[in-house]
């Protein structure tokens, strides 16, 4: 029998997560490690710059790419801004028509990746468009029609796509503040508009600062929709230069001044947040008091949340179905098994993605929180960044990364056995899969980790003093209580991939399509109707997190 004393000091410290203040067990280093790899791996061409690269770059479009770049990032940021916040602050802070309705309703654009917003309201709007083609009809004339395909077409779809990342989080924090402060503001004899930006705002500024640095990401991420709009940025770039011109050192050139664009954002939302901190006392109080608004004003909140819900999802979703019945009508022979075969393809990947994921989470997860040494919570923190960089990096990443193991190993092979294996897991699923989990470790990671809050030490204590193994204690105890958390950061991690498009256009096997492809594919061809059903069932799969947001919204 074990003495107290070891039970105690197994339980805080089993040995199969290490011990010690600094120390990290192998298989969880191992995978912090390869999830670092390939940024890490982008990163370092910038500290050996090939400069007949960068003059070519910067003569041809390296300058129009940093220009774009840095409007589209002004641009969204701003817009989601004001949108994402306007609307979480009206529909919490005022009581008017449809109010309980638009909290739910005003998410669902987070459903629609920003490129299926993209080529839809591009068809919608270009020339040869519906809308464009009405005008002349009856107008004789639309020249004066504003050009969709530029900057302000790109910003306007990404702002609508992406302010929802703001407004959820805005949400959060305006329902979390204490009615407190806004009681005595009105004793004061602060107005609505003062009380907003003088109470609410700074008080919700972190929230809000998160929001915005996911929506930035999103949009420094994006090239497909950029493409559409012929507004090329640095993202679009690289993808440009690996898929147009399979140039593989300029491309990782480019990608790590992406990266470091990335680390820019990264920065901004940090500074946002700033130093200060805001306190809440009271925390049992009622949240902000909601005014009811009357007359023309609750019609007019009425209607620019009816406004923005038509446009940033009824109206592409439309225009989707409507597309989607015209296809079906016209399928030719054989189109079904094609779209059989991309949802299969799509599944797949999702399936093998989220699995891989969520198993390395919780290796990672545990590797943390029963070692607790510093190096392991940094190591846990800096594996979680993969989130943060855009997609063409961690792709560029990996090519470089797998292209070096396939030259090691074929170079290996053929001294032993005189036998040339050629590219071993350059464009294979392993590389693809290993993108994914880079790319959407930190989804997998956070529900993890907040599933095994749950796992106490007391427990764990009573198992060794049963003489339990530590897999058995691991399987009949931590794994159950840590299943919700499991098959929330699956089911995150599985509706993103569904949605990845970079990671899977760089990294994918020659000929292996997905819905997304298929999508990008299809647009960049114009053939809205062939695109219109995998851009459908990507939206519906994209419902999952937002039916997970408002049910967890409601319970509170």
Request: hydrophobic share 55%; charged share 10%; glycine share 10%.
């Amino acid at each position: 029998m074990m003495t107290i004393r070891q039970v105690i000091t197994t339980a805080k410290n089993p040995v199969l997560f290490g011990r010690g203040r600094y120390s990290l067990p192998a298989l969880p280093l191992l995978i912090a490690f390869l999830i670092l790899l390939p940024v890490a791996v982008v990163g370092s061409s910038l500290l050996s710059p090939t400069w007949e690269i960068w003059q070519h770059l910067w003569e041809t479009l390296l300058p129009e790419m940093l220009r774009n770049t840095a409007l589209l990032l002004i641009g969204v940021g701003v817009g989601t801004f004001i949108l994402g916040a306007g609307l979480a602050w009206l529909v919490v802070a005022y009581r008017f028509p449809g109010q309980p309705v638009f909290e739910w309703l005003l998410l669902l654009p987070l459903a629609v990746p920003t490129y299926i917003m993209g080529f839809v309201y591009m068809s919608t709007f270009d020339f040869a468009g519906p809308v464009q083609s009405f005008l002349r009809q009856q107008l004789g004339s639309a020249d004066w029609f504003p050009e969709i395909r530029s900057g302000p077409g790109a910003i306007l779809v990404m702002t609508l796509a992406l302010y929802p990342y703001v407004y959820m989080l805005a949400k959060a924090g305006f329902q979390g503040l204490s009615s407190t402060a806004f009681e005595a503001a009105r004793v004061m004899g602060y107005g609505p508009a003062a009380v907003f930006f003088r109470i609410a705002l700074p008080l919700a500024r972190p929230a809000i600062a998160g929001g915005l640095a996911l929506a930035l990401m999103e949009a420094l991420a994006d090239f497909a929709t950029v493409r559409f709009f012929n507004f090329p940025t640095l993202s679009e770039g690289v993808v440009r230069i690996w898929y147009g011109m399979m140039d593989l050192g300029a491309a990782t050139e480019l990608a790590g001044l992406l990266a470091l664009v990335a680390l820019t954002v990264i920065l901004f939302e940090l500074a946002l947040r700033g130093r200060s901190r805001y306190y809440q006392t009271g925390g049992k109080a009622p949240g902000v008091p909601r005014t009811q608004l009357t007359g023309w004003q609750k019609w007019a909140a009425t209607g620019i949340c009816t406004l923005v819900s038509a446009v940033a999802f009824g109206i592409p979703m439309l225009q989707l179905v409507s597309w989607a019945v015209g296809e079906v009508r016209t399928m030719p022979d054989g189109a079904a098994a094609v779209y059989a075969g991309l949802i299969g393809n799509s599944l797949l990947l999702a399936g093998l993605a989220a699995f891989c994921a969520v198993i390395a989470a919780l290796v990672l997860a545990s590797g943390v929180r029963y070692n607790g040494g510093r190096i392991a919570r940094l190591l846990a923190r800096v594996a979680t960044t993969g989130y943060a960089m855009p997609g063409s990096v961690i792709a560029v990443g990996i090519l470089v990364t797998l292209a070096a193991f396939d030259h090691q190993l074929g170079d290996l092979v053929a001294e032993w056995w005189d036998i040339s294996t050629g590219l071993v897991l350059t464009g294979s699923l392993v590389g693809l899969i290993y993108g994914y989990v880079v790319r959407f470790m930190a989804v997998a990671y956070n529900s993890v980790d907040a599933g095994l809050e749950k796992v106490t030490p007391n427990i764990t204590m009573a198992a060794r003093v049963l003489q339990a193994s530590q897999w058995r204690i691991l399987w009949r105890i931590h794994l159950p209580l840590v299943a919700p958390g499991i098959f929330a950061g699956a089911a995150l991690v599985f509706v993103d991939v569904m949605k990845e498009l970079p990671i899977t256009i760089m990294l994918r096997p020659f000929g292996y399509d997905t819905l997304s492809v298929w999508v990008w594919q299809m647009a960049a061809e114009s053939m809205w109707s062939g695109a219109a059903i995998p851009a459908i069932t990507i939206v519906l799969v994209g419902m999952i997190p937002v039916i997970f947001l408002t049910r967890a919204a409601a319970k509170k």
